[in-house]
């Protein structure tokens, strides 16, 4: 329990650097690192190791940690785009909501009612710690990449909340999820690819043609 | 085994699809697979099949009361899909084909899912799959929509997965053996942990109304609705909102089971009332006659929403509005396909007189706008009339005043649209590029044929779709 509680530690702390990096490449390397800590995690999660808790570990670790980010650096060179200018969110008060929300989130966790061998863990504060970063990126951020990497923190943090039940429920639940968020994310990937041809810039403020 | 035909068929016909060399005779397997669907859904509407308790998948009760709405409005669809693509013959159909069928096959699966996993991956897989649909027109507008639609949806259906994870913990922690189906579920009862439960309802709802369209969800639906041809919108409108809504009824059974329904109930009934009235503000509106069946459609799901409020029988107008609305939605979905294809633009600013340019398609559209604002005697009449009788046996008043002021507010801003498209003199631009489109029997039939079922739904509601909703509702709501 105690090097899983570290690994999510570490997860929280890359929202931390995800949310205060003005550079694309870091935020890409933040959440790619993100997911093969994710990826690690059921191993130590689980007693009795088998198969299918390995599959899933190097599923989740080879998509989230390899797979996607190698597609958004792609994304990201097509675009000759570096860096996040002028967000709706600036770095410091992202800095300072992912903070306050990362001890929102131990607060919280402690009152929901977890079953005991839940309640010394910290999978459930970092689940919440990383949808809130998720969030943020999502909704503070102006270019598609950094919103998709927000997208991914924001399904880092309800992966991390599947990990309570992956004991329980059949595996079948786990590899779909695993399997949709792939294809996802790469349904994302080109889009930002097309918007990318269409605009010639990956800025979403000029998304704006639709409205009422 | 007729069941899994139900999902099996349209994907082998999505492979073949994809493989098919053709451009020019691929468009007919569309309406081949949507005839064996329609065949086989109907059959099993009539037959229905033993579904076994434990099974994950199965045409049960809640399905049988559905899923035939969806296969007929794919079918008609389907038809007109021939001519559509026809027209389009400058861009290759081979995606549009495939995946049309594609999300055909899932919307099977999702409306038969009973187990909390295979619903999930179902509504995934049908919300990525409609992305290629709607950038089919490939313009920048249409990208733009299709950004907002993926966002949007993917965080909503990120939130349902998050919910059913939740829903999973509150059984685990009741101590249940890790049975997500929604029969295990239920019987699990008060033993579920309430906390959970309640997260997991907020959670759910939340999802799974951002692909219904709930307000204030919606924010993807004008978008999409407005930049994608018109059989995407009213196979979305129609299908893949229906399977949202069949999520919500069956989550919600095991939140009533749970000791929860009157908390699920009161927010079904906020969430629809707010969905109303938002789409009878923004109706009053717009001034693009595609956005305003988006809007249209928001209303709807409100109506939807309310109904399953509202018991056994509010739950039984529901499932009568998914086929009375569905059906009258693709009509106008439809002719006003026809109309922006003719008129070369959906702004009511450019386009008018067509009732001149586009007699025929013209009177479809007119005649579907009484018919989903609730003029008798069109199916939406007698469906909205059961939630009515439903919120009044229940004596939610408050709520039946707002409902009305909704449903007049709406009319006003429908009939404002569709009477501005329909009436005056046409724009010599219009006339122009109106001379390129022929309103063909291919392109008047399909919107034609579903008015007509909206028609026939209200004149004589056959017995066995009464029957399929009171066995649904019974499901839904079972006495102990």
Redesign the interface.
């Known amino acids: 329990m105690r090097d899983l509680n570290l690994l999510i530690g570490l997860a929280m702390g890359l929202n931390l650097v995800a949310l205060g990096s003005s550079r694309l490449p870091s935020i890409i390397r933040a959440t790619a690192l993100q997911g093969v800590l994710l990826g690690i995690m059921p191993l130590l999660l689980e007693h009795d190791i088998g198969w299918q808790v390995v599959a899933v570990a190097v599923a989740t670790a080879i998509g989230k940690g390899v797979v996607i980010p190698g597609l958004l650096q792609r994304a990201m060179r097509a675009a000759h785009i570096e860096r996040e200018i002028e967000p709706f969110i600036g770095f410091v008060p992202s800095l300072l909501l992912g903070a306050g929300g990362t001890i929102a989130a131990l607060a919280v966790a402690r009152s ?4 005991p061998e839940h309640a010394k863990s910290l999978l459930v504060p970092g689940a919440l710690a990383s ?1 809130l970063t998720g969030f943020v990126l ?1 909704i503070g951020r102006v270019k ?1 990449i950094s ?1 998709v990497c927000g ?1 991914l923190i ?2 880092n943090g ?1 992966y991390l ?2 990990l ?2 992956i ?4 595996l ?2 786990e590899a ?2 695993l399997l ?1 968020l792939t ?2 994310i790469f ?2 990937g080109i ?1 930002v690819d ?2 990318q041809r ?2 010639d810039s990956l800025d ?1 403020r000029k ?1 704006t ?2 409205r ?1 | 085994m007729r069941q899994i035909l139900l999902v099996a068929v349209p994907l082998v016909g999505a492979i073949v699809a994809a493989f098919w060399r053709g451009d020019r005779t691929r468009p007919w397997l569309l309406p081949v697979v949507g005839a064996a669907h329609l065949a086989l859904s109907f059959w099993l509407l009539v037959q229905p099949p033993v579904v076994a308790r434990e099974a994950w998948m199965g045409f049960d009760a809640v399905a049988r009361a559905v899923l035939p709405a969806v296969s007929l409005l794919f079918f008609a669809c389907s038809m007109y899909a021939v001519t559509y693509l026809r027209l389009r013959s400058e861009r290759s159909n081979r995606v549009f084909v495939a995946v049309l069928l594609a999300v055909l096959g899932l919307l099977s699966a999702g409306h038969q899912a009973r187990h909390l996993g295979v619903l999930w991956i179902a509504t995934e897989a049908v919300t990525l799959a409609a992305v290629p649909l709607l950038h089919f027109n490939g313009t920048p507008r249409a990208f733009e929509a299709t950004w907002k639609y993926l966002l949007v949806g993917g965080t909503g259906i990120a939130l349902s997965l998050l919910g059913s994870f939740c829903l999973g913990y509150a059984s685990m922690h009741g101590g249940g053996s890790g049975d997500l189906t929604f029969v295990a579920l239920s019987a699990q009862g008060a033993a579920l942990s309430r906390p959970w439960v309640l997260i997991a309802w907020v959670l759910l709802l939340a999802g799974y109304g951002t692909k219904m369209g709930l307000a204030p969800m919606h924010t993807w639906k004008p978008d999409a609705y407005g930049e994608a041809p018109g059989i995407v919108g009213a196979i979305l409108a129609g299908g893949v909102t229906t399977v949202a809504f069949t999520a919500l009824l069956r989550v919600r059974a095991v939140v009533g089971a749970a000791g929860a329904g009157a908390i699920a109930d009161r927010t079904l009934l906020a969430i629809g009332l707010f969905s109303m009235v938002v789409a009878a503000l923004f109706l009053l509106g717009t001034r693009n006659y595609k956005r305003m069946l988006a809007y249209s459609s928001v209303e709807h799901m409100g109506i939807l929403s309310i109904g399953a409020s509202l018991g056994p029988a509010g739950v039984f107008a529901a499932l009568f509005h998914v086929w009375s609305n569905g059906l009258t939605k693709g009509a106008l979905f439809l002719s006003s396909a026809n109309i922006r294809r003719a008129a070369n633009s959906a702004s009511i600013d450019e386009v008018r007189g067509m009732a001149v340019l586009t007699p025929r398609s013209a009177m479809i559209f007119v005649a579907g706008l009484f018919a989903v604002t609730a003029s008798p005697p069109f199916g939406p009449f007698f469906s909205e009339l059961l939630v009515l009788r439903a919120a009044l046996g229940t004596g939610h008043y408050v709520a039946v005043v707002i409902f009305l002021a909704c449903l007049l507010f709406a009319f006003f801003g429908l009939s404002r649209v569709v009477f501005a498209v329909v009436d005056g003199r046409p724009r010599p631009a219009t006339v122009a590029s109106a001379r390129r489109f022929v309103e063909t029997a291919g392109a008047v039939a399909p919107p034609a044929l579903l008015l007509g079922l909206s028609l026939w739904l209200g004149l004589f509601t056959p017995d066995v779709l009464r029957e399929s909703w009171t066995a649904a509702a019974a499901q839904l709501f079972p006495t102990p």
């Not at chain 1, 929901?112 to 079953?115: D, F, K, M, Q, T």
């Not at chain 1, 004991?167 to 059949?170: F, L, N, R, V």
């Open positions: 929901l009612p977890l079953l949808m999502l598609a919103q997208y924001f399904e309800i909340f599947g309570l039940l004991g329980s429920t059949p079948l639940v779909g999820v949709d294809v996802g349904v994302i889009i097309r918007i269409a605009f979403t998304l043609v639709l009422e």
